[in-house]
């Protein structure tokens, strides 16, 4: 997290403020064909909102009607926003992926956290939330792209 010397957010809320409005695209690491999961709605109601999706899933080849790459390394273009759904113990290796692949902020969904992913993202200058969810912050607070 920022230090409250720096210019930039201090507080988790200040952080997905930034996130928000900053970001106008997610790559959805662990995103889920199955339309009942979490990691399927958060994604589907991104998009609904105006944020364009990038599904990253070994298994899947089209999530939310995105074209789904294989990881994060696949994406053919420069990854910002890495919004991450897999479990606490493989999110130091998935924010390891988004340092490589150049992202500027990482964010665990509701229930995940990771102290290695956290000190990882932070070392490496990106933005980090972990343990909220993106639909309940968008709509706490009333951020859509621009």
């Known amino acids: 997290m920022a230090t409250p010397d720096s210019a930039g957010p201090r507080t988790t809320d200040e952080i997905v403020e930034k996130i928000l409005s900053t970001y106008d695209t997610i790559t959805v690491v662990g995103a889920s064909a199955n339309t009942a999961k ?4 958060v994604p589907a109601h991104m ?3 105006g944020w364009r999706i990038i599904p990253v899933n070994p298994t899947a080849d089209e999530i939310v009607g995105e074209k789904v790459h294989r990881s994060l390394a696949d994406v053919p ?3 910002g926003l890495v919004d991450v759904f897999r479990p606490g113990p493989e999110c130091a290796d998935v924010a390891r992926a988004a340092v490589e ?3 500027t902020a990482l964010w665990l969904q509701l229930g995940i956290r990771s102290e290695e992913a956290r000190k990882i993202a932070e ?4 933005l980090y939330v972990e343990d909220r969810c993106l639909i309940i912050e ?3 607070t009333g951020i859509v792209p621009a």
């Open 123 to 126: 070392d490496a200058g990106l």
């Open 138 to 140: 968008q709509r706490r």
């Open 38 to 41: 979490p990691a399927n709605e």
């Open 47 to 49: 998009k609904h909102l």
């Open 101 to 103: 692949a150049g992202a």
């Open 77 to 79: 273009e420069q990854v």
